[in-house]
């Protein structure tokens, strides 16, 4: 029997099969920030709608930027599922969690922002 090749090559493509628990918690991981990705962007878009007491170019300007911290959540997400994924299958250190510290600084950018501007 024949093994089912996988995508991405380059995550399957080498080491092991780990047990399946690290896995699914990898993909767990993976879902969670997606979760933040997507409230990244309703974030976003919930910004251009309110009606808030500050310049209308600020307002659009940090909307844009939480849309933009969501799709590079999004983006960077998937791309720590597979370096990890491919980690736990060499059974090598897992990649550093850069994600958290840009969304931290991200957030609190934005948050700054909004107080100085309110």
């Known amino acids: 029997m024949s093994e089912q090749r996988r995508w991405p090559g380059w995550v399957y493509a080498e080491g092991d099969e780990p047990d399946y628990r690290f896995s699914l918690a990898n993909e767990r991981t993976l879902l969670a920030w997606l979760r933040t990705a997507l409230a990244l962007l309703a974030a976003g878009v919930a910004l251009d709608q309110i ?12 909307a844009a930027f ?3 911290l ?3 959540c999004a983006a960077a997400s ?10 736990i299958r ?4 897992l990649p550093s969690p850069l994600l ?3 969304l ?4 609190i950018a934005i948050g700054v922002v909004v107080l100085v501007a309110l």
């Open 70 to 72: 969501g799709v590079v």
């Open 104 to 107: 931290a600084l991200g957030t």
């Open 51 to 62: 009606d808030l007491a500050m310049d209308e170019a600020l307002q659009v300007a940090l």
């Open 90 to 93: 060499k059974r090598a250190p």
């Open 78 to 87: 998937w791309w720590r599922w597979a370096s990890a994924e491919r980690a």
């Open 66 to 68: 939480l849309v933009l």
């Open 100 to 102: 958290g510290l840009v």
